[in-house]
């Protein structure tokens, strides 16, 4: 009835208009139409009613409509030039809800009494003032059949039953005790459903008001966020069991799935434990969840996942996007801790942080950019700086290791004890990469940098201190390297062919290289390497003005090919 109401409201500015000349320009309007696929005549008129109404109502502004979702909004130009949107689901409830236009551009000209043509980014209704509620579970004391939102006397006794019941604005209030769930793979199907969800919810708050614990069983998601705003977790726990990932079919899974396109989703103080494939992750669509922070969490025994074909998969947190931020959280013995890969063209991972995080054990891999699905490019601007990772496997993992992208930095790490601290392995473009300040101490190489195919590899080391290495300080093979201002003590001290810097070339790549004002510290007594710097002469590489704390004589750079100098080696 509201919306017939409507629109005989605007018949009037309708008559009024068609009297004064063209007004809207149609193929706009049944273009939105078509956006939902289908040729809605009711919501056809509705658009035509709201923009009649609007020119009537605002003949000297520029009105503009566009479609989100099944709803629309309706835009005037204020004086700062920002846009007021007002929209409605029911067209009662009006209110102003301006942040990000995202993520479909349109562009539909109205006509009152001058024309326009403006670009706009859409994005699912923020903002929205709502009556706040408070649902309490308690696991003791909780009776779902009588529980009241707002009365800490009726509580919920199950998550489920309170999930169910969220509305927007609302916090859960989750008392201590045991929550049991059973996981669900819903491998990204939308129909199967986990059994706590979030689903195009805003502004709800999830805290752990005591010592409460979720726990389940088996493979799967435990909640899933889908299409969300504004979405909190706090100190809430999970445990699983550790379960393998099923394979024949590979199913995968996230303790806290993360699906569609999220926005401004904070997990904070939240612990995970036992997860066997992912802690958190957005797996199974386009990483299109922005502005997500996940801080001061624990990771703890988790992220194998038994597949062969996989090797070693499972990490901490994936599935990262753009504007992602990962700080002061914990991880300990997990197969991988934090993991960027799977971004796609149209939702590029760009301006990620990850920093100040103590990660402790990666049975594999630590911090990792895997640029798996498309090119480099969507992997850009990622400054990884001020994490500990501490290996006690010296051999067999890497301390941090990417394969792509674009203006990544890392500073100010500290990586102990894996077998490669820096593995940086082309398979495609590696553009600015800055690596500076870190140390890379105890690993068997501390970094390790090879150009492979036809791939680019721009990389500058700048300012690290390269320390105790069993083998090689640096070991590079193609690309475009810069070496300045490091400090280099003890690296390869159990062969003679090894040393503190070697340069090679790579998959038929030629080097253009400089090793300069680098600091070279004298080995202990245990070190038996001679070489400080090894090269291939014809490669051009530029060595110049760098220092030797020891003896003049005993500083040593030696020119030899891979083959040669391999050779060598295995002959010691």
Known sequence: MLRFTYILLALPGLLKQIVRGPF?????????????????????????????????????????????????????????????IYYSFDLVHWELAYTVLYPEKFSIPVRGRRSTNIF???????????????????????????????????????????????QDGDTVSISGGKYEV????????????????????????????????????????YLRIHGCENIKIIGVNFRGNRPNVPENPLRLSAMVLLSGYNNHITIENTSFQGFGNHGISQLFDPRASRNVLIQNCVFRDG?????????????????????????????????????????????PTDGVEIKNNHIHNSRNIGIMIFTTVSGSENYKNITISNNILTGD????????????????????????????????????????????????????????????????LQIRIDGNTIHENID???????????????????????????????????ANQSVSSRIETNTFNPGGEDRKSHFNIIYVPELGIEIRENEYTGPAEEFSVHASTWIDFLRARLNE
């Open 24 to 84: 809207v320009h149609f193929t706009s309007i049944i273009l939105i139409s078509f956006h939902h696929g289908r040729m809605d005549v009711m919501r056809l008129l509705i658009y035509f009613a709201v923009l009649f109404h609007a020119l009537n109502t605002y003949p000297d502004e520029s009105i503009r409509l566009a479609p989100i979702g099944d709803d629309f909004f309706l835009m005037e130009n204020l004086p700062d030039e920002k846009f007021n």
């Open 182 to 221: 059973i996981p669900v793979l819903t491998q990204g199907n939308l129909n199967l459903h986990p059994p706590l969800e979030l689903s195009h919810k805003k502004n709800v708050t999830i805290f752990n008001d005591g010592d409460a614990y979720i726990v389940g069983e088996g493979p799967g998601e």
């Open 120 to 166: 706009w980014r859409v994005e699912s209704a923020i903002n929205v003032p709502v009556r706040r509620r408070v649902l309490f579970v308690s696991a003791e004391r909780g009776n779902d059949a009588s529980a009241v939102p707002g009365d800490p006397s009726k509580a919920f006794a199950t998550l489920q039953s309170a999930f169910k019941a969220i």
């Open 303 to 347: 992220g194998d996942s038994n597949v062969a074909l996989l090797l070693q998969d499972g990490a901490a947190i994936s599935g990262i996007g753009s504007a992602w931020t990962v700080q002061n959280n914990s991880f300990v013995s997990c197969n991988r801790a934090i993991e960027v890969e799977g971004a796609y063209p149209n939702f």
């Open 393 to 456: 496997s010296p051999l067999f993992s890497n301390g941090i290791a990417l394969d792509g992208g674009h203006d990544i930095q890392l500073v100010a790490n500290s990586v102990r004890g894996y077998g490669i601290g820096l593995w940086v392995q082309g398979a495609k473009d590696i553009v600015r990469l800055q690596v500076r300040e870190n140390e890379f101490l105890a690993c068997s190489t501390g970094i390790h940098f090879s150009q492979t195919n036809d791939s680019a």
């Open 472 to 506: 090689y300080g640096i070991l590079g093979f193609g690309g475009d390297s810069e070496i300045v201002g490091n400090s280099f003590s003890n690296n390869g001290k159990f062969y003679v062919h090894s040393g503190d810097v070697a340069l090679f070339d790579g």
